[in-house]
């Protein structure tokens, strides 16, 4: 129809068909619908998908509206008001607007609640009464796609009435099976309740909570971490995982890779939420599950893992702790208690927390070292201008001890006793020994000298035999085939060249020496003492002396067979009867195995580190009869050389 004018109806006929119905006017015209005026630069179109489409200019004031300001869509800007003919952002509401939303209820039952509906507001309530059992609620929303932008506000809300027993009553929260939050009831026989309200929203391909507001305050502070297996739910125990920056339900008494307590409702939590993550308490007061077989727990008492997955129990031994109980437990009662979280290292004798406590607490601290049955060290050295003493009977009242040391299979090689007498039964090698009696001998030892080259010359001498009745002069040299003094013998030298029997020797007026030209050995009893033409002494028994012992080197033999030339051994099981030796622990391997028949419970060991530990204390970390074991707490990535010592106390 073209520059037709009056008034009527426009109707598009079914046949023909238009391909694109329009309605529009020529430039620099305008149509009138209705008492609004269509200009040129507009026009309405309907596509064949049934889309009506407005085309508006683009100049300030051509804007498309609905009874004046209901609905207003400007040209310039494309600015949406609802309720304003001037919105002054992309969607501009004045007046009160609102969505859908979803109420839901549960009671005293454990159940899993799917709600298909998308809302923009879910109301999800729990109220079990008096019932004596713990129960969970889960609700999984499924009706909010996991699509960026998407947000919903979410209420939960859990109620218990007063019940004879301490019970638990938990809400759970879940968008299409992702754990988003939980809410749960203090573990208490009295009637509680709690509540928690946020913004849910979906940005990076993950859902965030926003704007959280609990009822109560509260106490810790925790950090959100993603974990993987079990869900860990609130007061249970956690570890690192073997996955990077990751975190699992503790399935370990004592576990050395423990890390924190899920929390409950954390004061102030840092990090970033993603999928399957939990807040973790770093810090501060928090209620922790404890394993009902848990030894009885007191205020103060330091809390461990136990092997019941996610539990806590008291710890008795060294190890990590998660913080300290701040109440008072029994078995049979409530299944939490109150604990302070402090992630530290339990040690039952020694424990520092602090820098602080380190300092104030290092003198007491140290006498229970020396007084242990193992001490590590590498070098034992005085004070400065002290002396080093090493008290064999410190308690006058008690019997005293030996100083030893043991060697080959177990045998005593070296020993003082209180008394101050030494006993060695190997070779005591030393360039110098000092002794009244030793100088004594050393003169005897020259006359013998002296005596032996006489009686050497002696064979050579022409001798007459005199009679028992006649007295006996010679001027010069006698030699008689039997001599027999009955009384006294007085005499300057004495050469004997077979046997020389007597009860006592003695020389008068200068030392005694026994082989004095250093022509050949000395053997005293039968061979169990000899002294060689060198000065090295060999005993058979043992040696003590009643004065001081001046000792250059010590030297300790082995007769290990598994010793190699240079004492190192690498193996992470050693067996062994040396009583000193060097071993290596290998990279990322926690401990190595010492297997020794010496090693009982009066043994002391030594371990020296000969390479970097990266700060890391070397020590025994067991010790029983026949075995002693050496290791950290926690396998280092690189080799660790030690020499290690074994002493036995008596």
């Given at each position: 129809?073209?520059?037709?004018?009056?008034?009527?109806?426009?109707?598009?006929?079914?046949?023909?068909?238009?391909?694109?119905?329009?309605?529009?006017?020529?430039?620099?015209?305008?149509?009138?619908?209705?008492?609004?005026?269509?200009?040129?630069?507009?026009?309405?179109?309907?596509?064949?998908?049934?889309?009506?489409?407005?085309?508006?200019?683009?100049?300030?004031?051509?804007?498309?509206?609905?009874?004046?300001?209901?609905?207003?869509?400007?040209?310039?800007?494309?600015?949406?008001?609802?309720?304003?003919?001037?919105?002054?952002?992309?969607?501009?509401?004045?007046?009160?607007?609102?969505?859908?939303?979803?109420?839901?209820?549960?009671?005293?039952?454990?159940?899993?609640?799917?709600?298909?509906?998308?809302?923009?507001?879910?109301?999800?309530?729990?109220?079990?009464?008096?019932?004596?059992?713990?129960?969970?609620?889960?609700?999984?929303?499924?009706?909010?796609?996991?699509?960026?932008?998407?947000?919903?506000?979410?209420?939960?809300?859990?109620?218990?009435?007063?019940?004879?027993?301490?019970?638990?009553?938990?809400?759970?929260?879940?968008?299409?099976?992702?754990?988003?939050?939980?809410?749960?009831?203090?573990?208490?026989?009295?009637?509680?309740?709690?509540?928690?309200?946020?913004?849910?929203?979906?940005?990076?391909?993950?859902?965030?909570?926003?704007?959280?507001?609990?009822?109560?305050?509260?106490?810790?502070?925790?950090?959100?971490?993603?974990?993987?297996?079990?869900?860990?739910?609130?007061?249970?125990?956690?570890?690192?995982?073997?996955?990077?920056?990751?975190?699992?339900?503790?399935?370990?008494?004592?576990?050395?890779?423990?890390?924190?307590?899920?929390?409950?409702?954390?004061?102030?939590?840092?990090?970033?939420?993603?999928?399957?993550?939990?807040?973790?308490?770093?810090?501060?007061?928090?209620?922790?599950?404890?394993?009902?077989?848990?030894?009885?727990?007191?205020?103060?008492?330091?809390?461990?893992?136990?092997?019941?997955?996610?539990?806590?129990?008291?710890?008795?031994?060294?190890?990590?702790?998660?913080?300290?109980?701040?109440?008072?437990?029994?078995?049979?009662?409530?299944?939490?208690?109150?604990?302070?979280?402090?992630?530290?290292?339990?040690?039952?004798?020694?424990?520092?927390?602090?820098?602080?406590?380190?300092?104030?607490?290092?003198?007491?601290?140290?006498?229970?070292?020396?007084?242990?049955?193992?001490?590590?060290?590498?070098?034992?050295?005085?004070?400065?201008?002290?002396?080093?003493?090493?008290?064999?009977?410190?308690?006058?009242?008690?019997?005293?001890?030996?100083?030893?040391?043991?060697?080959?299979?177990?045998?005593?090689?070296?020993?003082?006793?209180?008394?101050?007498?030494?006993?060695?039964?190997?070779?005591?090698y030393a360039d110098k020994i000092e002794s009244k009696r030793l100088s004594d001998i050393e003169e005897l030892l020259k006359e013998v000298e002296t005596s032996q080259?006489?009686?050497?010359?002696?064979?050579?001498?022409?001798?007459?035999?005199?009679?028992?009745?006649?007295?006996?002069?010679?001027?010069?040299?006698?030699?008689?085939?039997?001599?027999?003094?009955?009384?006294?013998?007085?005499?300057?030298?004495?050469?004997?060249?077979?046997?020389?029997?007597?009860?006592?020797?003695?020389?008068?007026?200068?030392?005694?020496?026994?082989?004095p030209l250093a022509l050949n050995s000395l053997e005293i009893m039968a061979g169990k003492i000899k002294i060689d033409t060198n000065g090295n002494a060999f005993f058979?028994?043992?040696?003590?002396?009643?004065?001081?012992?001046?000792?250059?080197?010590?030297?300790?033999?082995?007769?290990?067979?598994?010793?190699?030339?240079?004492?190192?051994?690498?193996?992470?099981?050693?067996?062994?009867?040396?009583?000193?030796?060097?071993?290596?622990?290998?990279?990322?391997?926690?401990?190595?195995?010492?297997?020794?028949?010496?090693?009982?419970?009066?043994?002391?060991?030594?371990?020296?580190?000969?390479?970097?530990?990266?700060?890391?204390?070397?020590?025994?970390?067991?010790?029983?009869?026949?075995?002693?074991?050496?290791?950290?707490?926690?396998?280092?990535?690189?080799?660790?050389?030690?020499?290690?010592?074994?002493?036995?106390?008596?």
């Amino acid at each position: 129809m073209d520059d037709e004018t009056g008034t009527g109806a426009l109707v598009f006929a079914n046949t023909p068909t238009l391909v694109t119905p329009e309605i529009g006017v020529a430039t620099g015209t305008s149509l009138d619908l209705g008492g609004t005026t269509l200009y040129a630069s507009r026009a309405i179109t309907v596509d064949t998908g049934g889309v009506l489409n407005i085309s508006l200019a683009t100049a300030a004031g051509d804007d498309f509206t609905v009874d004046t300001n209901k609905l207003v869509v400007e040209g310039d800007n494309g600015n949406v008001g609802i309720g304003t003919a001037t919105p002054g952002r992309t969607l501009d509401v004045v007046g009160n607007w609102g969505g859908n939303a979803v109420v839901d209820t549960s009671g005293a039952v454990d159940e899993t609640r799917t709600i298909s509906t998308k809302a923009l507001m879910y109301d999800l309530q729990k109220n079990t009464g008096t019932t004596n059992t713990s129960t969970t609620t889960t609700w999984n929303i499924t009706g909010l796609p996991d699509t960026d932008g998407t947000f919903a506000f979410i209420y939960s809300y859990v109620e218990k009435g007063i019940t004879g027993n301490a019970r638990t009553e938990t809400v759970n929260i879940q968008i299409n099976g992702a754990s988003i939050s939980s809410v749960a009831t203090a573990t208490t026989p009295t009637a509680d309740s709690r509540h928690l309200t946020y913004i849910i929203s979906r940005t990076d391909s993950v859902w965030h909570i926003a704007a959280a507001a609990e009822s109560g305050t509260g106490s810790d502070l925790a950090e959100w971490f993603p974990y993987v297996g079990q869900t860990p739910q609130a007061g249970e125990l956690v570890s690192i995982a073997s996955e990077a920056i990751k975190v699992k339900l503790s399935e370990n008494a004592y576990d050395n890779n423990l890390i924190g307590v899920v929390s409950t409702k954390p004061h102030t939590t840092m990090g970033e939420q993603t999928d399957n993550s939990i807040r973790v308490a770093l810090a501060g007061r928090i209620p922790v599950k404890i394993d009902p077989d848990s030894p009885p727990i007191s205020a103060g008492d330091f809390i461990t893992s136990s092997d019941k997955p996610g539990m806590a129990k008291k710890a008795t031994q060294a190890g990590y702790s998660v913080g300290k109980a701040m109440e008072n437990w029994q078995a049979g009662g409530s299944d939490q208690i109150e604990v302070f979280v402090n992630l530290s290292w339990y040690e039952p004798e020694l424990t520092f927390n602090s820098i602080k406590d380190l300092k104030n607490n290092i003198l007491s601290k140290i006498a229970g070292l020396i007084e242990s049955k193992i001490v590590k060290t590498n070098i034992i050295s005085p004070i400065t201008n002290s002396d080093l003493i090493i008290d064999l009977q410190p308690d006058n009242s008690q019997e005293a001890n030996k100083f030893v040391v043991k060697g080959v299979d177990d045998k005593e090689v070296f020993s003082v006793n209180a008394g101050g007498d030494a006993t060695i039964s190997g070779t005591l090698y030393a360039d110098k020994i000092e002794s009244k009696r030793l100088s004594d001998i050393e003169e005897l030892l020259k006359e013998v000298e002296t005596s032996q080259n006489l009686l050497t010359e002696s064979k050579s001498w022409e001798v007459n035999t005199a009679t028992t009745s006649a007295s006996l002069s010679a001027s010069d040299s006698g030699q008689f085939k039997d001599l027999f003094v009955t009384n006294q013998l007085a005499t300057t030298s004495l050469f004997v060249s077979d046997n020389f029997t007597t009860k006592n020797i003695n020389s008068l007026d200068s030392p005694l020496s026994l082989q004095p030209l250093a022509l050949n050995s000395l053997e005293i009893m039968a061979g169990k003492i000899k002294i060689d033409t060198n000065g090295n002494a060999f005993f058979e028994g043992n040696v003590e002396i009643a004065g001081d012992l001046t000792i250059k080197n010590i030297i300790v033999a082995s007769s290990d067979p598994i010793a190699t030339e240079s004492g190192i051994i690498d193996n992470t099981v050693i067996n062994t009867n040396s009583t000193a030796g060097k071993a290596i622990l290998p990279a990322n391997t926690e401990s190595i195995t010492i297997n020794n028949s010496k090693i009982s419970n009066n043994t002391l060991v030594y371990i020296t580190p000969l390479s970097s530990t990266q700060n890391k204390v070397l020590f025994v970390k067991s010790k029983g009869d026949d075995f002693f074991t050496v290791g950290f707490n926690e396998p280092l990535e690189l080799d660790v050389e030690f020499n290690w010592w074994i002493i036995e106390i008596q």
